[in-house]
């Protein structure tokens, strides 16, 4: 990279872009989300605050919002280039598109800046509004300037040496054309593996729970059927990942907070704000194509589904209790939609069942986050548990689990199973595996060995795994083996 350390009389400014460069977000959008969350009926004016040009809709926007600076994802690198002008004594300007609430915040945040170039109500300050000002401050060729995006390329024409936040071939070569003094900063946000993780596909896991109807009912051999719980997956899955999305984007300032949170890709910028926003009506578009092949019913349970996760990410987290009975609620739901697709009625057995082993593991994760901030803050960042709620959650948690193998074990006494499992005292092994699992699944989360996720500590832990091979083979043996008595 070119060295910024020269020595020039007067000294030339350098000025600094500040969405996508500076930071690695875009404080339009981050202003929105935070708008859509904090104040949701304010959503119904953007159209005519968009009516009046975009600077307006920035100010109107700003003008209702805090953002948080300290939690903003910096990029290292910007910082450095403005850490060696400074040590040059060069001036050091924040020239940016945003409006004044939100550049003033950060420049105040980093104390870097001698200057702030921002818009305003009426000028949206980028692109070709941008270089004639700073052309108009400091001359022709008269200044440095760092940037990122196609809006950028007229600044970069003006100014005697640029800087490129961008790892776009096509991009690079436009930059280029325009200033031949250029260097360039890597940007390697984005690709395959960072949307992985942040459709979170790994959680797909938890919509396999969409095949235990099936295989409660004996009808995993029906092909028919087979295919709409395969169907229903697949479409509750991408609805889920809509909802992830929706849920990181909300949560963006709780998020940076925490301490594994923080690396989640929309709040450490490895993917920008605006994909996100763009992503969640295409993945839920097509999880309603599929589920309209399905009976109509899975698309009711579907929608109760969506409207609970946005109800959840809206408002009702914040709710003590409340939340983990949300969370619980979701993981029953994703049973009862298996149920709706092959149109098998779920019995009594399996909805307590499943609504008390939920309930169980939402407070797992809610533990596991509790315990882990218990030392360091006085509160769950975005939740409304505070640290001395910890022998609640864990009583609670603890007993929902043992209630939920008391209801497996007064299962295999039902009048139906004989009927279901000729050989049905194979059962009788079936509580005391469920009472092994739980009760050192909750040893495990008390003693901070457990993550966030249970169903994903299950799914990495090979005792896990040999207990839920040991209940397969166990009712399976129930309708296919030998009697025991």
Known sequence: ?????????????????????????????????????????????????????????????????????????????????????????????????????????????????????????????????????????????GFDYIGNDKADLPVFARARRAFLVSSQDGLRQAARDRNHDIDFIEDPSGGFRVWWRALRIQQWLKNLLVFVPLLAAHQVTNPQLLFWAILAFISFSLCASSVYLLNDLLDLPADRKHRRKKNRPFAAGTLSVKSGIAAIPLLLGSSLILALQLPPRFLVVLGVYYFLTAAYSFLLKKQVIVDVMILASLYSIRVIAGAAATDIKPSFWLLAFSMFIFLSLALVKRYSELRDTAFSVKSLPGRGYRPEDLPVVLALGSSSGMISVLILAMYTQAEIVPVMYPSHEWLWFAPSLMLYWTARLWMKTVRGEVDEDPVLFAARDWQSIVVVALMGCTFFMAISGPSLW
């Not at 929105?32 to 926007?61: D, E, N, V």
């Not at 200057?115 to 300050?125: A, F």
């Open 1 to 141: 990279m070119t060295n910024m350390n020269e020595t020039d009389d007067p000294p030339i400014p350098l000025c600094v872009d500040l969405d996508g460069t500076l930071v690695r977000t875009d404080m339009l959008f981050e202003t929105f989300l935070l708008l859509a969350k904090t104040s949701p009926l304010s959503l119904a004016s953007l159209p005519g605050w968009l009516m009046k040009g975009k600077a307006s809709l920035k100010h109107r926007i700003a003008e209702r919002v805090t953002i948080d600076a300290a939690s903003l994802p910096y990029r290292t690198d910007v910082l450095v280039l403005i850490e060696t002008a400074r040590a040059a004594q060069r001036p050091i300007i924040l020239a940016t598109a945003s409006c004044a609430g939100v550049a003033n915040g950060i420049t105040d945040h980093l104390g870097l800046f001698d200057e702030v170039l921002c818009s305003d109500e009426g000028t949206n300050l980028s692109s070709h509004a941008k270089a004639s000002m700073l052309v108009e401050r400091f001359g022709e060729r």
